[in-house]
Structures are given as C-alpha cells and as structure tokens.
Nanobody, 121 residues
Framework: VQLQASGGGLVQTGDSLRLSCAAS????????MAWFRQAPGKEREFVAF????????AYADSVKGRFTISRDNAKNTLSLQMNDLRPEDTAVYYC???????????????WGQGTQVTVSS
C-alpha cells in the first residue's frame, strides 16, 4: 500500500482544515486506516482511525467532537476534517494503514510521508 498525504498548511486558531490521503496498491478487507500526528520533541500519537468498511471509527479524546475521519473507497482516499483548530494541534500529520484496528502506531505497516499543520494563536 502506498499512501500520499496532503492538505496541511498554516491556519489560525478556530480555523478548519481538511487533510487527504490517497491510497494505492494492495488494500485490505479488514483492519483500518488512521491518522497520527507528531509534534516536535514528542512521540507520535493517535488521532483517529476508521475501519476499511467505514463502519467503525475511534478518536483521541483531544480531538473528539472537532475532527472527523472519513473514507471514500471508490476513490481510495482517506480524509480528516479538522474544525476549531488549536495551537496544540500543530504537528506533522501522517496517514497509515493496517490489517488490524488499533490506536498504536506499531500496529500500522504502511505510512504516508506526513503533512505539516501549523495553528497560530
């Protein structure tokens, strides 16, 4: 699976941004696709995942109610709609794919290159 993330940028507090991840190659009938993020000097942390069928989603508490993960299987794309952005959301955002559903980065075998999101106060 090859993943290509895009859509990052510089925004102000309270703004919205939509990230996209284009997937190509092998796909799985089970497991999940996810977004993780990594701020400077911090470990990579879970943001959200969605199962391949789209029937199940999970979010980190820090983004619940503000971010929405979705997928379009016909277009092989994963999206993350981010609303009410805060400075603490500043990070490099990565999309990832796995044949299992998990909040742990180690469970994901395939990663996109990352896209920078910067939220100014």
């Amino acid at each position: 699976v090859q993943l290509q993330a895009s859509g990052g940028g510089l925004v102000q507090t309270g703004d919205s941004l939509r990230l996209s991840c284009a997937a190509s190659g092998r796909t799985f009938s089970t497991g999940a696709m996810a977004w993780f993020r990594q701020a400077p000097g911090k470990e990579r942390e879970f943001v959200a995942f969605i199962t391949w069928s789209g029937g199940n989603q999970a979010y980190a508490d820090s983004v619940k109610g503000r971010f929405t993960i979705s997928r379009d299987n016909a277009k092989n794309t994963l999206s993350l709609q981010m609303n009410d952005l805060r400075p603490e959301d500043t990070a490099v955002y990565y999309c990832a794919a796995s044949n299992s559903r998990s909040m742990r980065p180690s469970a994901y075998n395939y990663w996109g290159q990352g896209t920078q999101v910067t939220v100014s106060s």
